[in-house]
């Protein structure tokens, strides 16, 4: 049935989403969309949920679709708002989650430069279609107003096709506050396209086959086997075949991780093959959305909804495009057919040691919990094997943390739920926890877990979690620090100054110390810090009987002792602070300070007179200087751009800080006259404030980093005062 209807471009849109059975609106509202929010005050059937940033927005809308089903609908802004949202669509896209960005769009043939707005040689769904899926979905509705509601069932439809992803969809600024318009929509705008049977019969038997005669079949089952809620078949496939079931790249908990015959991440490590003297001969990836790193077993089979991800990078032997219950459902009773009854019963024994390895992982985690349980500081096994114990059995988790320790949790389709964001990019975590919870209801526990590091990309978001009452329990693993990337890089290079000398810049979080409970407490969401493993159980126990019974979010911020590579080294370069104050006399002046390694506050070092208009170039300089020497009274300064020495006490007056404070002014108009010759660095900004600022180090100071790593970037933004 087709029904007409009239109104404003922003009522034509609100309905179409209504009629589409879109309930929940994910915003960060500006200017640009004022057609769709007066149209959404007339009709308030939809539930809008605010995020004080776009990260946090679509993060939001993530986590929601993740757990219901349904698209998670997005009303960003214009342009510079859109823009705002990568990091995250990013991540959605990796997932194939199916998310709806609506943007207001103010592209104008009149003026050529409007804030926010697409400037001459960007179209904004143009600029955004990267981060869609399949890196093509973006639609635009510029001049014709029956578009809006073609459009946007089209966006629907194609977020929830496989490839399932992100799809975006400007909409002219004007037409959506244009009144008198008229479009016809399919009643209850329908927009979802059945999705393909189960494989063929022919198909089915080739697989059941193959997967009897190999010596050692690998499993791997992907996020469709979540989404097709075809868990129970997966376990009954491996253990009719009594074969290792490996994961990668996953956001769902796709077979229990404490299923027997679970044995962690692919590619299957040495460990497994000299624990069970087994060696995979076949790999079966089930609804598996792409594989990370190489694929080594000789015969690969692949079956599942998304035929664009299959064999990118590995041959395929045998691969369908196909649901997931059924066709798992026809391998495991076709296996039987196929094969004798002995080579059937056979497999057990072929097998046996895969369960022994399976438990090998489980005991060594428990072993290493077992040898902190007394520390003093909360370990991070300590840490899984309490929330092992005490969540709820029916928790759902998002987890943005990558080295908490999660061996010990049973997640799985009759264990907790679990979800990361897919892609890395962090800024996932509160979002998609606010998100989760409200897909999963009251009744269903929601657990954020994250790091200290991933939580300030999204801490902005306590406030929708409190305004919102989403009670979540949000755990954070504090180690202060960004362990995983000290662990990565002391992979990398092994034998660097950096590795040996524990001097890994830019990682450490402490010197100053944040406050996350406090940072919860001031947008409204309660919480309280665990400092020793004492207060450990007490607090979960509280963080739990809070969200369940009182229905409140509350924050734990665990302080857990660092574990990896490096992780003992609390070294952070001093940080050096160029801070620009503006004179009596309206003159700007540079003051440069350096922080103590302990924390302390800054202390002025050196002081120079600028001339006037010249304070934005200073400001935005890249420093590199270095602070030698220990203590505070005496300070080698070194200017590795130019190869200078300067030396003196850290003190406003001395000589020395005035002579840096000068080179670096000095730096800046070499810098600016280079700029004018043609020659400058890169900036960033095209217009308005954003002039002047540069972003990247010239290749000079690349080279200079290289031949001495010892050297410092000053990591602290610039500062007003
Ligand atoms: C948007 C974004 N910026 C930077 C990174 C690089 N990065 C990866 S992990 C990480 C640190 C994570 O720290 P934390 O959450 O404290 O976890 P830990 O490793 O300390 O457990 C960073 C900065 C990233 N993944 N995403
Ligand atoms: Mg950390």
Redesign the pocket.
């Known amino acids: 049935m087709r029904k007409t209807i009239t109104g404003t471009g922003g009522m034509l849109l609100v309905q179409t989403l209504k009629d589409a059975g879109v309930e929940y609106l994910f915003t960060n509202p500006g200017s640009a969309e004022t057609g769709i929010f007066a149209a959404l005050s007339e009709d308030q059937d939809q539930k809008l949920i605010v995020g004080k940033h776009e990260g946090l927005v679509a993060a939001m809308a993530d986590g929601y679709h993740r757990t219901s089903g349904k698209v998670g609908v997005i009303i960003a802004h214009v342009m510079g708002g859109s823009w705002q949202l990568a990091?995250q669509l990013f991540n959605a896209q990796i997932a194939g989650s199916s998310l709806l960005v609506i943007a207001g769009d103010w592209a104008s043939e009149l003026q050529d430069f409007r804030g926010l707005a697409p400037f001459p040689g960007l179209t904004q769904a143009e600029s955004m279609r990267p981060i869609t899926k399949d890196a093509r979905a973006a639609y635009q509705v510029a001049a014709n107003p029956a578009a809006i509601t073609v459009a946007t069932t089209r966006a629907l439809r194609e977020a929830t096709t496989p490839p399932t992803g992100p799809v975006y969809l400007s909409i002219s600024a004007e037409l959506l506050l244009r009144e008198g318009l008229e479009a016809q929509i399919g009643e209850a705008a329908a927009y979802q396209i059945e999705r393909p049977g189960p494989a063929r019969a022919k198909t089915v038997e080739a697989i059941a086959r193959k997967l009897g005669e190999a010596k050692c079949p690998v499993l791997m089952f992907g996020d469709d086997v979540w989404r097709e809620r075809a868990g129970v078949e997966a376990v009954r496939l491996a253990e009719a075949l009594e074969a290792p079931v490996f994961a990668t790249r996953q956001i769902f908990p796709n077979f229990p991780t404490r299923h027997p015959l679970y044995c962690g991440m692919y590619p299957v490590s040495k460990d497994f093959e000299k624990v069970t003297g087994l060696k995979p001969d076949l790999i079966f990836m089930v609804g598996v959305q792409g594989v990370h790193g190489g694929v080594a077993e000789p015969f690969v089979i692949q079956i599942g909804q998304n035929p664009v991800l299959m064999g990118r990078h590995y041959p395929l032997d045998i691969a369908a495009q196909c649901e997931l219950p059924d066709t798992l459902r026809g391998i495991a009773a076709a296996l039987t057919r196929v094969h004798a009854a002995d080579t059937v019963s056979g497999w057990a024994r072929q097998r046996e040691k895969v369960r022994a390895y399976a438990k090998l992982l489980i005991s060594r985690e428990e072993d290493l919990a077992r040898e902190h349980e007394h520390d003093v500081i909360v370990h991070p096994s300590v840490l899984e094997t309490h929330l092992a114990q005490l969540l709820p059995k029916n928790t759902m988790m998002v987890q943005?943390?990558?080295?908490?320790r999660t061996s010990l949790l049973s997640f799985g389709h009759d264990a907790m739920g679990w979800t990361r964001s897919g892609g890395?990019?962090?800024?996932f975590g509160v979002g998609a926890a606010i998100g989760a919870k409200i897909g999963v209801g009251r009744e269903r526990p929601v657990v954020l877990h994250?790091?200290?590091?991933?939580?300030t990309?999204s801490a902005a978001g306590f406030w929708s979690m409190a305004r919102y009452n989403t009670a979540i329990l949000t755990i954070i693993?504090n180690?202060e620090?960004?362990?995983?990337?000290r662990t990565n890089w002391a992979r990398e290079v092994p034998d660097s100054k950096m590795v040996h000398t524990g001097k890994y810049p830019g990682l450490y979080l402490d010197a100053p110390a944040t406050d996350y409970a406090g940072l919860a407490r001031s947008q409204g969401v309660d919480g309280e810090t665990v400092k020793t493993l004492k207060e450990l159980e007490p607090a979960l126990r509280r963080g739990i009987e809070r969200t369940t019974r009182e229905n409140k979010p509350y924050v734990i911020d665990v302080k857990v002792s660092r574990e990896g590579i490096g992780a003992d080294s609390t070294w952070c370069s001093r940080p050096i602070r160029p801070i620009c104050f503006v004179g009596r006399d309206r003159s700007p002046r540079v003051r440069l300070a350096i922080g103590g390694d302990d924390g302390k506050p800054v202390r002025a070092c050196g002081v120079a007179d600028e001339r006037p208009g010249e304070r934005e170039e200073v400001l935005h300089e890249p420093l590199r200087l270095e602070a030698a020497g220990r203590g505070h009274a005496r300070r080698n300064l070194h200017d590795d751009r130019r190869g200078r020495r300067y030396r003196g006490r850290d003190d406003a007056q001395s000589g020395a800080g005035r002579a840096v404070a000068l080179a670096v002014l000095r730096r800046c108009r070499r810098r600016r006259r280079l700029d004018e010759e043609g020659q400058g660095a890169r900036r960033d900004g095209a217009h308005g404030r954003d002039r002047g600022r540069r972003v990247r180090l010239d290749e000079r100071d690349q080279r200079s980093d290289r031949r001495d790593p010892g050297h410092v970037e000053a990591e602290d933004p610039p500062q007003v005062s």
């Open positions: 990091g943005e943390s990558s080295t908490a890395g990019s962090l800024g994250l790091g200290d590091g991933a939580l990309y693993s180690n620090t960004y362990q995983v990337v």
